[in-house]
């Protein structure tokens, strides 16, 4: 399917259907000229068989259909047989001039439209030839069939020309235009790729945020010396990823803020890790339950991720300094309960849009087959349970 | 390193403006303006060599007319002064620019409006200006030089004005005995017409050609989303992801190292603040777009009057053959460019929601229900190659839905939960 192709045959179809009325007006002008031809009946039927050739000439805009081709053709022999009364009556100069334009301008108009398949060529062939055949036959006694053919030929040969010079050009277009496609589509899937490293650096991300988010606020609450150590650990980290080092995902679980981390992905020592980043943000973390649970790496860094997330919202909404997690698991789920004694808020009262909870908590543990459940009411402190399959 | 404030608002740019500045790259490409020029010289050439053919043509009636000019001299000179304006046009376009400088038109113009005077002059004594101008009529022709070069308007207003002055001058140099018939008028506004007309077929050629350019760029574009991921980022967001990066590195550094002090200052806060709020957006942003919701949002003709229902990004899970049938079929239904049916033509892609199954499915497949729905698209003025892109993505239905055209598709996907 070509679609390049369908454009074109609309580009011609338009050109033909301006080139042929504006021709047709003005022929229309000169048939209408006292003395152009004889008698009301031939102007009248003339005047008619105008409008069906204007009619047929804007139809040829819009469909490619071969009847308003020849509706065309049909219309303006038509014409040019009323106004010489078939062939007997010899015609002024300004009659002649009225037809002329008729013949070399109005209907040559589907001479761009007649070009493009072998058919259409063959079509404007026959056109041209019974146009040529009508004319010398209807203008012999007006005319020398020299001049009628010298200027029929002119005409059809420009417009004939302008269809097929911009039909030759299209393949060169398209050609370049794939290529620019070609170009194009590298460039997305190099991007994609970028992207992707980019997004995959989740647990660089979201310490980045948390100090973003904690310099938001001024650093409030947290020593200086703390927010420096932290603004350091965290450029470095974003050099990293800037010079090209793609965490593995297997890896990111350790490279949060303690160097030489536990190889292994072991809940307990990273969720040691969230506790002292939040310790020095101000906000002391109490642990009750498990403290060893094994899960597999990409549901470690959500579960992690949303942890970090809701101890954050505490620290920064709920004016207390003291958050409580308790871990506990089952057979198919690990569950985390934070729990504060704070301001809380009525639930009612959070847009689901706001990005805080339900982008960076319920949507990161719905991506690994995990739940968040929110629990609060004003004054009587807030719940969330986390969930996440082992 | 310190920290700054980045250059612009980079999430009102990828909310907003991510479709706007993939189109400017088309536009940029299909405009005149640009060097690839796609075409458009090729278009020129077929435009000089009509001028040069029509300049031939006046030139032979010049010869004929040669004993019968009262002054001679003038005629001789207009058509000197036209031969010069077409020989440097035509040179000054293969050696130039894309684009002729404001002056090099105002040029050709004084150039032409020289050679019409000129030749007015040197015919005015025969009154009869309908047959015997020449060079003034080549002269119309002759703005198609620059017809790929300047602004439609600019051309057309030049032509209007050269039919209006050849106009008033046959009317001035009517004797007032003159009748009124054919004979002396036909010549009179057949001179006219070719005068005028070449140069009005000529600009709207031109720019249905760059409408047809720019299309054709703008589809290939979008195209190139059929072979993306089930889930991407779009073209823009990597680039944004990074300049984001960037900032953050750069602020957390200036605060490291001490450049900027602590606590902060309320405009760096906020810097922060904006940072931190941007860089969530851009990492949650990728896991929830599909193709075709980038498909839409990049393309100029496609964003204008696609609305996308894709609330479990299904569009993802659909194979490139079937994407391309998609796309294709909606790039058809909307890009009939034809004026009566431009502005109210719209439609509506649905995907989903998924029926709940009845039966299960041995071959790990999952059909998705897709419903394009349309206003201001009549059944029988809808392209025919249309059913053939529509019977790539699934089988499908059509009903008429208030006069409009609607389509039910079942596309056959491979269930992902099922692997």
Redesign the interface.
Known sequence: ?D??A???D??LQ??AR??GL??TV?SL??YL????VDGTAAIGIGALLYVVLAGAQFMLG?SRNPVWVLLTLAAGIGILAIATEAGTASL????M??L??LMS?SLAAVAIVLTGTAWRIVGLGAAFVVLTLASFWLTSASQAPLRTGGLLV?GWF?AG??GV??S???P???K???S??RA??A???A??L???R??SA?LL?DT??A???L??????GVT?EA???Q??E??RL??Q??LGSTPTPQASGSYQLESGGDPEPVLGRTLESVKQRFGRMGLTVSWHGTGQVLLPSEVLDAFLLALAECLENVRRHSGVTEAHVTITEDDSTVRAMVTDAGVGFAIADIDEAK?GFA??VV?RLR?VGGNARLFSAPGSGTTVVLEVPR | MTAGIPEENTLGIVVGNAARAVSKTAKR?GRAGAR?S??SA??AL?ADV?VV?RAV?GLSWFVVFWQRYPMPGAAASAWGVLIVVIVGAVIASRAGGDRMPTWGFSLVLVGIAAAVTLDLIAVWDLHDLGRTLTAATAAGAALLLVVTQRGATELLVSAGVLGVVLAVAMFLNTPPDAP????????Q??AI?FTV?PA??GV??VQ??R???Q???D???V???V???RY??G?????E??RL??A??R???S????KTA???T?K???L??S???E???H??E??RETWLYHAVSESEMLGRSVTLVDKSALAGLLDPAQRDGLL?AA??LV?D??KKAGPHRSITIQLGPLAPSTTTRDDHKIPIPITITSSGIRRNRV?P?IW??LGRVGRYSDTTEEGSLRVDIDAVVDNPADV
């Open positions: 399917m679609l390049i369908k454009e074109r609309r580009v338009r050109a301006v080139y504006s021709f003005a002008l000169c000229l006292p003395g152009a819009i002024g100069e300004g009659g001039t009225a002329q334009l301008g002119l420009l020309g302008i010079w911009v030759a050009g299209v060169q277009i398209s370049r235009i794939a620019i496609g194009h589509r460039e997305r899937q991007s994609e970028e992207a992707q980019r997004q989740r991300h980045v945020l100090t973003l988010t310099l938001a606020h001024s650093g409030v200086p927010l420096r150590e603004a350091a965290d450029a974003l050099r990823l800037r990005l982008e960076s949507a991506d | 490409l690839p796609l075409g090729f278009l077929g009509f053919l043509y009124f018939d054919a004979d002396r008028i036909a010549p506004l057949a017409a007309l009005v077929i709207l050629l249905g050609h409408r047809m350019v299309l054709e760029l589809r290939v574009l195209q190139s989303t072979s993306a991921p991407a980022v073209m823009l967001a990597s680039e992801l990074a990066d960037l953050a590195e602020l957390l550094d605060i490291a190292t001490k602590l606590p902060l309320p760096t806060a906020s922060a603040a940072l931190a709020t860089l969530r957006l990492l949650i990728g896991r294709a790039w058809m890009s460019t034809r392209d190659s053939a892109a």
